[in-house]
C-alpha cells in the first residue's frame, strides 16, 4: 500500500492498527477478484475502490467509538458492512450482522468475513424478514440501498427500539429529508463526510410515526 493511501485511511480512522491496514487492503484485492465474476460494483466505480468505496465504509467506525453491536442493511459488496466488521476486530466483543438478499453477494461476503475472521454474521433474506430475528443494535448502516423514507420503514423496528442509524447519503439529502417529515419525525444530525464533500453521514435517532403515517 502507498504512503499517501495509507495516510488517507488513517485520516478518517486514526487509531486503525497495522493489522487492520493489511486486512482492508486485502479485501480490495478480493473484491476485485470477486467482482471479475459477479456484479459487486459497476466497472468505473472499480477505480476509485479504496477511495470511494472502502475509506467512506471507514470513516462510520469513529462516529460511535464505543458502540459494540452493529447492523448493516443491504450489504451487497460489503460496504460499508464488512469494512467495519474487519475494522471491529479490534474491539474485544464486536459485532455486526450484514443482511443482503442476493445469493451470489451473500456468498461473497460470508468468503470476506471467513477470509479476515472478522466477527461477523450474514443472513441471506430480505430485511424484513429479519425483525424479529436480529436484536436491536447500538448502530444501523446503509449506503446506496433506497431513499430515506424506505430505510425508514426497513428499519423502523430497530430504531424505535432504540438504535441509532448512520446513514450515508449523496448530494441530494436534503431533498430526502424533506420529503421523509410528512410520515416521520426524528432527530438528525448531519455529519459532514470525511472522504466526499458532497456527501454527508445522517445520524437519525428517535424514530416515530407522524399523525399522517398511522
Given at each position: 500500500m502507498t504512503i499517501d493511501r495509507n495516510r488517507r485511511l488513517r485520516e478518517v480512522a486514526p487509531d486503525v492498527s497495522r493489522e487492520t491496514v493489511d486486512n482492508l487492503q486485502a479485501f480490495e484485492e478480493l473484491f476485485r477478484k470477486w467482482s471479475t465474476?459477479?456484479?459487486?460494483?459497476?466497472?468505473?466505480?472499480?477505480?476509485?475502490?479504496?477511495?470511494?468505496?472502502?475509506l467512506d465504509s471507514a470513516q462510520l467506525f469513529n462516529m460511535a467509538p464505543a458502540a459494540q453491536t452493529w447492523l448493516d442493511l443491504g450489504s451487497g459488496g460489503g460496504f460499508p458492512g464488512v469494512v467495519l466488521a474487519i475494522m471491529l476486530k479490534n474491539r474485544p466483543g464486536a459485532h455486526i450482522d450484514l443482511v443482503e438478499s442476493n445469493g451470489k453477494k451473500a456468498a461473497f461476503l460470508r468468503t470476506a468475513l471467513g477470509r479476515f475472521t472478522a466477527p461477523g454474521l450474514v443472513h441471506a433474506a430480505r430485511i424484513d424478514t429479519m425483525w424479529e430475528r436480529i436484536p436491536t443494535p447500538e448502530i444501523i448502516t446503509a449506503r446506496a440501498l433506497a431513499p430515506l423514507g424506505r430505510l425508514f420503514e426497513l428499519a423502523e423496528p430497530w430504531l424505535t427500539s432504540g438504535a441509532t442509524a448512520l446513514f450515508q447519503k449523496g448530494r441530494d439529502y436534503q431533498r430526502e429529508i424533506e420529503?421523509?417529515?410528512?410520515?416521520?419525525?426524528?432527530?438528525?444530525?448531519?455529519r459532514g463526510s470525511a472522504v466526499d464533500k458532497d456527501s454527508v453521514v445522517l445520524q437519525i435517532e428517535n424514530l416515530r410515526r407522524t399523525e399522517l403515517n398511522r
Open positions: 465474476a459477479i456484479n459487486l460494483a459497476s466497472p468505473s466505480s472499480l477505480e476509485e475502490l479504496w477511495d470511494r468505496h472502502i420529503e421523509s417529515r410528512d410520515a416521520w419525525a426524528f432527530d438528525l444530525v448531519e
